[in-house]
């Protein structure tokens, strides 16, 4: 494919602006590294050529008048941060692209405030060459044909105006950019009364829908480095992004290192200031009812708060969410791959992670076994024991 896949730099979830505007605001010279990691052992059916050749386009990409403009109507966007972005490159030379044996190696460094948006972009650009090369054995009618009839069942399973509300997620792992604004346009237009809206920005523009999202693992991995001290860098994230958007963007991500650790920094204070907590790893049950437990232990309301479900969803599975948690608390769903990458074959579980800050180490530990992100045991060693970690969900 010699045609660029990323058509713009809206191309890409809300929080990778929301973060980006934090770093150049407080971290503008903080250095980071991020790393690409496929979670399953079959090589991806793209080349290293491919792969370069879709970084030069990225460079090549501006935002234009029209969609600055766009941005800054969001509430939560400062003047400041549209006139840094009126300026604003990726850097080709900042991604180090090798394969061997069809495995790829990827690793992006530079600037942080600069290089974060290579995350959602490569992802994106990854996963779609490789559901191209499933067009390439001539059978391109046949997967979206049976794309088409995946997604049907699907939206025919929810019920309007049911109180089930959910929201895409499915930018970084979609099976392709045209098909990922036919799911989201599926979505608005069958199931108005369900469907809350999309964190890729182009589609919100295009589509005109509610752009969703607030943070990611990067930032509070960040502040292991950028914070006071390891043992506070959790507070110290959730802090500064409370000084930074005052009470707007007010769901925090829970397992970084693991919700049990979280819910030890999380105290009444934060818990009040925030709106609700973001689930993506480990047993969503346990995980919701410690966070209703928490609450009510803290002398709040359960039913005054939101739970974010995002992590591997099917409609059953949010279905019966939902259902468990109704009455309890607020709870709504973002959906990714389930929606915008179920063609009738295996979806790349690909992420690309921040491993290194100012040249020290991050980690993520999560709460699901597999998800543990760095190759540096000492200090994986450290983090567990600085936080007492345990898998929640154990």
């Not at 491993?355 to 760095?374: F, I, M, R, W």
Request: hydrophobic letters at 40%.
């Amino acid at each position: 494919m010699d045609s660029p896949i990323i058509p713009t730099l809206l191309d890409t979830d809300l929080y990778k602006y929301t973060m980006q505007q934090s770093m150049v605001h407080r971290y503008p010279d903080a250095w980071a590294r991020m790393e690409f990691y496929c979670r399953t052992d079959s090589p991806l059916a793209i080349s290293k050529k491919q792969l370069k050749r879709q970084c030069e386009f990225l460079g090549e990409l501006r935002l234009g008048p029209e969609e600055l403009e766009w941005l800054s109507t969001l509430p939560f966007i400062a003047d400041d941060f549209i006139e840094y972005l009126e300026d604003f490159r990726l850097d080709p030379h900042a991604v180090t692209v090798e394969q061997s044996n069809g495995h790829l190696s990827l690793v992006v460094e530079g600037l942080w405030s600069e290089i974060t948006h290579f995350e959602i972009f490569l992802l994106s650009i990854i996963s779609e060459l490789h559901g191209h090369s499933f067009y390439a054995s001539g059978n391109q009618d046949d997967v979206i044909a049976q794309g088409r009839h995946r997604l049907d069942e699907k939206l025919n399973q929810l019920p309007d105006n049911s109180g089930f509300t959910l929201a895409d997620f499915g930018t970084r792992r979609r099976f392709s950019r045209d098909w990922h604004y036919h799911v989201v346009e599926s979505l608005k237009h069958r199931l108005p009364g369900n469907f809350m809206g999309t964190s890729n920005l182009n589609l919100a523009r295009t589509l005109g829908l509610k752009p969703i999202g607030t943070m990611a693992h990067e930032w509070l991995q960040s502040h292991q480095v950028l914070g006071n001290s390891l043992r506070t860098s959790q507070k110290d994230a959730l802090k500064v992004w409370l000084d930074e958007y005052k009470g707007q963007l007010g769901i925090a991500l829970t397992d970084t290192i693991s919700m049990d650790a979280f819910l030890k920094d999380f105290d009444v204070g934060l818990a009040r200031a925030y709106q609700g907590m973001r689930h993506d790893s480990g047993d969503p049950f346990v995980w919701g009812e410690l966070a209703i437990d928490h609450y009510r232990r803290l002398g709040i309301d359960p039913r005054t708060k939101s739970l974010v479900f995002s992590d591997k969803l099917n409609f059953d599975k949010a279905l019966a969410i939902h259902q468990w948690f109704a009455g309890k608390i607020n709870v709504s769903f973002g959906i990714g791959t389930y929606l915008t990458n179920d063609m009738g074959f295996s979806a790349p579980n690909i992420v690309l992670k921040l491993t290194e800050l100012n040249g020290a180490p991050v980690a993520k530990l999560s709460d699901s076994p597999g998800k543990t992100l760095c190759r540096d045991e000492d200090y994986i060693a450290r983090l567990k024991k600085t936080f007492g970690y345990q898998l929640s969900a154990a």
